[in-house]
């Protein structure tokens, strides 16, 4: 029986976790690989031209699918899902076993595929497996943090996260994908979390978060580690040199940092066709440095978007300009009816047409980051004192809506009824206003339409200690945000 994989049926997959033991996984692999192929579909509206025209060449992609009501992967009940553009077969079943899957990840010749299980009880394991569906088997316990190709003879390596503590890993090791036993030590100087972390083409440098919320790029192995800042959702890949972004707390924004520079700039990630100013989630580099793929939109409503999920969140592909500064184009790779999340995606990088290296400046004439700046005291603050009435208040979360973050600010949009200080021409303006602060909910969080408010605003890009908070914006606007300053948070 063969079903369009944008009507799969809810129990057309056994609902059955994945087993602990890689003699099962085995014994399981050709009942899986027939899954699989009844799970393929023709790909809608040429997917796969329109991913190849924005690469250049064959391009594959790997993610996990639920019934969109577990973005972070947490459950049992996910399926591991694949996308080729030189086969046309489109998305397909990889493995359709339901259960834990976790941070899939192509190998960097693009022909298996690494994976992590959330096994319980018993501790994260590891698993590994061929584009096919084929070879399905145990590599290690632990969580698979990233893949590497070593530049001297081409061998493929993995780094994995050991003595893990909840969402973190104490340790980081490599070993070949072929010699999981030929194992080094890299990593054991600070927490690093599990989401996170790459590694430059050398091998010298790894970005992530260590832990969340502080970003930074390490020397490897065991070196220097350097905080950049705060955020979520880190990524590395190698430009001219290291080149690092964490993601900012509306989830719709990256902060570049050319490491060798130390200069910094700001990347729009969530203007992909069909988004209109929704959250993005799960951004991560590929093999390719020009590429990026992200999951969305995530518009559903509420307090956390990017939690709700929802079954339109799709898999896309961005191309940054060449000096780093945009997102130039995109292409959807997925269009089903599940929730997709944690993507991964392999560029035959070698035939690409679009360079690996940069070949002018990365970033825009203006970038820097002189430290005053970065902190928020030397920025133009472009301070306002407006009289104003609340038009629409944002939605409030709960403490435990936000976790892991524990402070939480909401855009307002209000209308400016006077203007006593500074210069301001429009007639509505928005303004993020703290509503949780350190696990609790704040006096006052919730704000109703119509209420009249003196308020002493300041440019929110000027207070650089913001820039790893979690902030909740819904719908699209082209207003520039400002910062409730009136009364310091509690």
């Not at 979390?193 to 930074?216: E, I, K, M, N």
Request: net charge negative.
């Amino acid at each position: 029986m063969v079903f369009p994989l944008n009507r799969v049926p809810p129990d057309a997959y056994p609902r059955r976790a994945l087993p602990a033991g890689s003699h099962r996984f085995l014994a399981l692999s050709a009942v899986l690989l027939i899954l699989a192929a009844c799970g393929r579909s023709a790909a809608p509206d040429d997917v796969e031209g329109e991913v190849r025209g924005l690469t250049g060449t064959h391009t594959k992609a790997v993610w996990v699918q639920s019934d969109g009501t577990d973005p972070r992967a947490q459950g049992e009940q996910l399926v591991l899902m694949g996308f080729d553009s030189d086969d046309a077969q489109g998305e397909r079943v990889l493995l359709g076993e339901r259960g834990s899957y976790v941070k899939p990840l192509l190998t960097p010749r693009g022909t298996r595929v690494v994976f992590s299980t959330r096994a319980v009880p018993g501790p994260p394991e590891v698993f590994i497996v061929d584009w096919d569906g084929r070879n399905l088997r145990k590599l290690a316990d632990g969580v698979a943090l990233t893949t590497w190709e070593n530049p001297l003879d081409e061998t493929e390596w993995l780094y994995l996260g050991t003595d893990n503590k909840g969402y973190d890993s104490a340790t980081v090791v490599r070993f070949p994908l072929d010699d999981p036993q030929a194992r080094e030590v890299v990593w054991n100087k600070a927490l690093v979390a599990f989401d996170t972390f790459q590694v430059s083409a050398d091998g010298r440098h790894a970005g992530g978060l260590f832990p969340w919320p502080y970003a930074g790029v390490a020397t490897l192995p065991n070196g220097r580690l350097t905080r950049l800042g705060e955020g979520c959702w880190t990524a590395l890949t190698t430009a001219r040199g290291p080149l690092v972004w964490y993601f900012d707390g509306a989830h719709r924004n990256l902060t570049m940092v050319d490491v060798g520079s130390d200069t910094r700039w700001m990347v729009n990630i969530n203007d992909a066709p069909g988004f209109e100013g929704a959250e993005v989630f799960h951004p991560r580099w590929t093999n390719h440095p020009r590429f990026l793929t992200i999951s969305g939109p995530y518009n559903q409503g509420g307090p956390n978007q990017a939690r709700t999920g929802g079954a339109q969140a799709e898999v896309y592909l961005g191309r940054f300009s060449a000096d780093f500064t945009r997102v130039e184009a995109w292409a959807r790779v997925t269009e089903n009816s599940g929730g997709d999340s944690y993507p991964d995606v392999w560029i035959d990088a070698r035939r690409s047409p679009h360079p690996r290296r940069a070949r002018g400046p990365i970033g825009p004439p203006a970038a820097a980051a002189p430290a005053e700046t970065r902190a928020g005291g030397q920025a133009d603050s472009g301070r306002l004192v407006l009289d104003v009435r609340l038009v629409q208040p944002g939605p409030v979360p709960s403490p435990e809506d936000i976790l892991p973050y524990r402070n939480a600010l909401v855009v307002n949009e209000y209308e400016v009824v006077t203007v006593v200080e500074g210069t301001y021409g429009d007639g509505t303006i928005d303004v993020a206003q703290w509503v949780i602060r350190d696990g609790s909910l704040l006096p006052g969080a919730k704000r109703h339409a119509g209420t009249a408010a003196r308020l002493a605003l300041e440019r929110y890009d000027a207070h650089g200690e913001l820039e790893g908070e979690r902030l909740i914006r819904e719908g699209e606007s082209n207003r520039t945000l400002y910062y409730d300053v009136s009364r310091p948070p509690r």
